[in-house]
């Protein structure tokens, strides 16, 4: 395994030493290395890759699918009936738990590429200094002490010390989850310094926007600050989800009832009632095929792949099954907030201009929006001074838009181009308005002087200077502002507060100023710009939040879901846009390093009380997460960037969003949002509901089914009978009802105010004391139809295959009749609504009733199954059987109604 890791290095680290320190330390020159010293430290360090992740082979995969104790019991019974020469019950009961095992298999090999996806992010090539001299080498060859050259458009191979910038500037979204380019310099930072403000370091993994630059290799490979989080997804444990958990709970209850059972009635069979040991094993293996839902894994599984099916309808992808189901338990989102919550694009929010202030609308890219001014639209070409400042901070710029589809595209700083896309919400055309202003000469941004400008020509030959920057660098360079009737003396105190005002919301700030030049002025200076300027005005500048995500927050509070913003940014502008998106307590926003002064056994009762969290590390975002579960709480992680994947992996369900997010992030998450909305959440939670809803109908119906198969073989043991029903009748009956009908609850629809509702507890069983009861009663409904038609049979002079062939029926026709039933938890079946079903649920009624039709009148069949045709009269009492089943079931609903009733009557008077 590759493990290239970073030197030694003594204290304080690259970022707070001069350049000239680090190179020392790492004994290098700025031409770089030679070739032969690079080769010996690549044998010593190691190629510059991420470790490889060990991934288990085809086998132990397969094998792991088959680690559940319903499962064994499966294989148990398969196994039994084998030996005693049930092949047909042992063949189809192999068959379900393969095909099962076959799709956890392929599921769980898709996530395992999570690691392989980070590797590639690494650029294949990188330019570096060798003996002074530029050359072009794998990216997997540079060791500490290689010089890279940086230019815009690159990825960064490795984790540089920059020695050389000029107006170099890097998006470490993938890192920080900044929205807003770095801007890097050479000059020593703090110590303390978070991931995001050491200004002096380029990062692997990193996308290079605007400048040029060189920096000194100081780690590789692992050591890397993308190394590191590769080494945390590595690391980080995935936790079960809700559904598996119970699931796994819930068989080995009912494997422990069943076993129980099976040896009862083998004891009473061969010890009590005189049964010979090949008729007592018989009956075990009736009690077996009868209990044990073979049907049921199954279902279930199909029942969320329909799940998947929808959510991909509303531009969700699932890549794990049992997420579907999660979604539904979920009760705390932790959002990222760049790309997620907001759309990860600048956009000019308000800007100011003597005494003024312009609120600007729409976000994103799209130069589409308007101009208001105290509620009222205004055109901002009819106002002078606003048109000029426009004006202004479209020339003064070296962004570009460009149209890719329904989408608008910004071509360099995500800055600059917000300046553009207000420009054209106003009207102008970049093209036009810069051909007419031709751009002279330029003095571009750099982080010294913390200005731009750029020298004009107009249509009429008149120059001017343009100069846009950071408001406490151009107001110093200002003499005069522009008024309404003209220039008029700085108000310093009054753009000095303005500026306040707008940060203090969260907003970027950039003043621009302009000058008249004289008609030979071709070249620009620092002192052409440094003084005698007129302000034109401010712009304030924010990440907006995605339209949609403010309604999709407050759905999720409404369905007692809390949303936290986990992110990289600074905590005034994560603060403005959790008040923004109306999230509680956004003042008690807290920082990586107030979550470093807190221990984790404190973390929980902090995380519980804060619903921002701001300039956080990956390691700050798996202790939030980790500390949620902590509570209890069914944790869904959101993000976009490289930074999220290992707190995405460690949460119940990892959301990552398929346009703009990192491809690492999206190996490993359980399910990817194709549009990038925050809204598809709330949709995707509610099918979530909607899922373990019809799971548990599923699981209502076809327990009391197989209950009363599985309590008339115990019944007929228990009093000396022949059985109603043999084993391979009563696997005939599974295998065509849990399909034809249990699977017809899987299509159910929501029901009204499912997202009004609070999560359910993670630990809620499936077995509920309320479905235990119902499976008792209904069992014993079950048994009554199922003896009930046997000895009316045996009463009418029937022959016993006869009689086992009206209970077969009888059975289909009972479990028909409670479909209808449990189709409504709690509320009645009686009327159309509950009458008329779905197309899923007639189809497959219909379907039975065609297999039943041929399961009792085909000869092959009645060879196969030892059946015989029916009478009219005979079909009669199969129907009622199932007549009784509904009405009996109902009146056992209405009483359950009434009691809930009482109890909440009594409850609001003792409150």
Aim: glycine share 10%; proline share 5%.
């Amino acid at each position: 395994m590759d493990q290239a890791q970073s030197p030694p290095t003594a204290e304080p680290p690259a970022w707070a030493r001069p350049p000239a320190a680090v190179l020392a330390e790492l004994d290098t020159t700025p031409d770089g290395l030679d070739g032969a010293e690079a080769e010996r430290r690549l044998a010593r360090h190691g190629p510059n890759r991420l470790p490889a992740a060990a991934r288990s082979g085809p086998l132990a995969r397969f094998a792991r699918q088959f680690k559940n104790v319903l499962i064994y019991a499966l294989l148990a019974a398969a196994g039994l009936a084998a030996v005693i020469g049930h092949e047909l019950d042992a063949v189809v009961i192999l068959a379900v738990v393969v095909v099962n095992a076959l799709i956890g298999f392929v599921q769980e090999g898709r996530a395992e590429s999570a690691l392989a996806a980070l590797s590639q992010m690494l650029e294949p090539e990188a330019r570096v200094l060798r003996g002074g001299r530029r050359r072009t080498v794998p990216a997997a060859d540079l060791v500490p002490g290689d010089v890279v050259l940086l230019e815009a458009g690159e990825r960064v191979p490795a984790d540089l010390r920059l020695i050389e910038s000029r107006e170099l500037t890097v998006d470490e979204a993938v890192l920080t989850g900044e929205s807003v380019a770095a801007e890097k310099t050479t000059a020593a930072g703090p110590v303390e310094a978070p991931l995001g403000d050491r200004t002096a370091m380029a990062f692997s993994g990193t996308l290079v926007v605007a400048g040029t630059g060189r920096g000194a290799v100081v780690a590789t490979g692992g050591g890397t600050e993308l190394g590191r989080i590769s080494a945390l997804l590595g690391g980080v444990e995935t936790l079960k989800t809700p559904l598996v958990r119970q699931m796994d709970a819930f068989g080995r209850r009912l494997t422990l009832i069943i076993l129980g059972l099976a040896a009862v009635v083998f004891g009473v069979a061969a010890g009590w009632r005189g049964y010979g040991l090949d008729a007592a094993f018989m009956a075990v293996v009736g009690i077996g095929v009868a209990a044990i839902p073979e049907g049921l894994p199954a279902v279930m599984t199909i029942t969320l792949a329909i799940g998947t099916q929808r959510l991909a309808a509303r531009h969700a992808v699932i890549r794990r099954l049992p997420a579907v189901e999660t979604l539904g338990s979920v009760s705390v989102i932790c959002s990222d907030k760049t790309g997620t919550l907001t759309k990860n694009e600048m956009t000019v929010g308000v800007l100011a201009w003597a005494g003024h202030d312009l609120t600007v609308t729409g976000a994103g890219y799209a130069p589409v929006g308007a101009f208001y001014r105290d509620d009222e639209r205004v055109d901002p070409r009819a106002l002078p001074v606003v048109e000029e400042l426009l004006r202004g901070g479209l020339l003064c710029n070296d962004a570009e838009l460009e149209r890719d589809g329904e989408w608008w595209v910004a071509l360099g700083d995500p800055t600059e181009a917000a300046l553009v896309v207000a420009a054209g919400k106003a009207g102008f055309d970049a093209e036009a308005e810069r051909a007419a202003h031709h751009r002279l000469d330029v003095v571009p941004f750099d982080s010294q002087h913390r200005y731009m400008a750029t020298l004009h020509e107009g249509p009429g030959g008149e120059r001017r200077i343009v100069v846009k920057g950071a408001p406490e660098r151009v107001l110093p360079m200002c003499r005069t502002q522009a008024g309404p009737h003209g220039s008029e003396p700085l108000a310093a105190h009054h753009w000095h507060h303005k500026a306040h005002e707008f940060a203090a919301t969260g907003k970027r700030l950039l003043a621009v100023a302009q000058k008249a030049a004289a008609p030979d002025h071709h070249t620009l200076a620092a002192g052409d710009v440094d003084r005698d300027l007129e302000l034109l005005g401010l712009f304030g500048l924010i990440d907006p939040p995605r339209e949609e995500a403010r309604e999709a927050v407050a759905a999720c509070r409404r369905a007692g879901i809390d949303v936290k913003m986990i992110t990289g940014d600074h905590a005034v502008t994560a603060e403005a846009i959790a008040r923004d998106l109306g999230l509680p307590r956004p003042e008690t926003a807290l920082t990586g390093l107030d979550l470093d002064a807190v221990a984790d056994a404190d973390l929980p009762d902090h995380v519980h009380a804060t619903s921002v969290f701001a300039r956080t590390s990956p390691e700050h975002k798996l202790r939030l997460v980790t500390a949620l579960q902590a509570l209890g709480g069914v944790v869904a992680m959101t993000g976009d960037g490289v930074n999220d994947a290992p707190a995405l992996k460690r949460a119940d369900v990892g959301i990552a969003m398929g346009k703009k997010g990192s491809e690492a992030t999206k190996e490993a998450a359980e399910m990817v949002l194709t549009d990038d909305h925050f809204a598809t959440i709330v949709a995707a939670v509610r099918e979530g509901r909607t899922v373990y809803d019809n799971l548990k109908k599923v699981i209502a119906w076809t327990l009391p089914t197989n209950g009363g198969e599985a309590f008339a073989i115990v019944a007929a043991i228990a009093a000396g009978l022949a059985l109603p029903i043999t084993a391979v009748q009563i696997l005939w009956v599974n295998m065509i009802t849990a399909v034809g009908l249990g699977l017809t609850l899987a299509f159910e629809p929501t029901e009204p105010r499912t997202m009004y509702r609070p999560p359910r507890p993670s630990d809620e069983p499936l077995l509920s004391r309320l479905l235990a009861w119902r499976v008792l009663y209904v069992s014993a409904l079950f048994v009554v139809g199922a003896f009930g038609t046997y000895f009316w049979a045996l009463d009418r002079g029937h022959a016993i295959d006869t009689a086992r062939t009206m209970v077969v029926n009888a059975f289909v026709a009972m479990e028909i009749a409670y479909l209808f039933s449990a189709r409504f938890a709690h509320a009645s079946a009686f009327g159309l609504d509950g009458l008329k079903g779905t197309r899923a649920v007639w189809g497959g009624v219909l379907g039975v009733v065609a297999a039943q039709v041929v399961f009792t009148t085909t000869p092959l069949m009645q060879h196969l199954f030892a059946t015989t045709a029916l009478a009219p009269r005979d079909l009669v009492v199969v129907v009622a059987a199932g007549a009784m089943v509904f009405v009996l079931t109902e009146a056992e609903k209405a009483v359950q109604r009434r009691v809930e009733l009482a109890r909440r009557r009594r409850h609001a008077r003792a409150g």
